[in-house]
C-alpha cells in the first residue's frame, strides 16, 4: 500500500512546480477518483486539474 502523498509537501496553489509522481500515485491511491483526491489532499478539484494539467497528466478515463 502507497501512502497519500502529505499536502503540506505537495505545493500550493500558486505554485507552478507540480511532482507528477506524487500526483499520480496520490490519483492512483483513489482510482483516479479526482474529487476524492482532492478531498485527501485538502484542495479544491479545480486545484488538482491545475495541478495534473501543470504536470502533463491525464486520468486514464480520458483516453479511452
Same mark, same amino acid.
Given at each position: 500500500?502507497? %501512502?497519500?502523498?502529505?499536502?503540506? +509537501?505537495?505545493? &500550493? !496553489? /500558486?505554485?507552478?512546480?507540480?511532482?507528477? *509522481?506524487?500526483?499520480? %500515485?496520490?490519483? /492512483?491511491? +483513489?482510482?483516479?477518483?479526482?474529487? !476524492?483526491? %482532492?478531498?485527501? &489532499?485538502? *484542495?479544491?478539484? $479545480? +486545484?488538482?486539474?491545475?495541478? $495534473?494539467?501543470?504536470?502533463?497528466?491525464?486520468?486514464? /478515463?480520458?483516453?479511452?
Amino acid at each position: 500500500d502507497l %501512502a497519500l502523498p502529505d499536502p503540506h +509537501t505537495l505545493p &500550493l !496553489q /500558486k505554485s507552478r512546480a507540480v511532482d507528477p *509522481v506524487s500526483l499520480t %500515485a496520490a490519483l /492512483k491511491q +483513489t482510482r483516479w477518483n479526482v474529487a !476524492q483526491t %482532492a478531498r485527501n &489532499l485538502g *484542495v479544491s478539484r $479545480m +486545484t488538482l486539474y491545475r495541478w $495534473m494539467k501543470r504536470a502533463g497528466i491525464e486520468s486514464p /478515463k480520458t483516453l479511452i
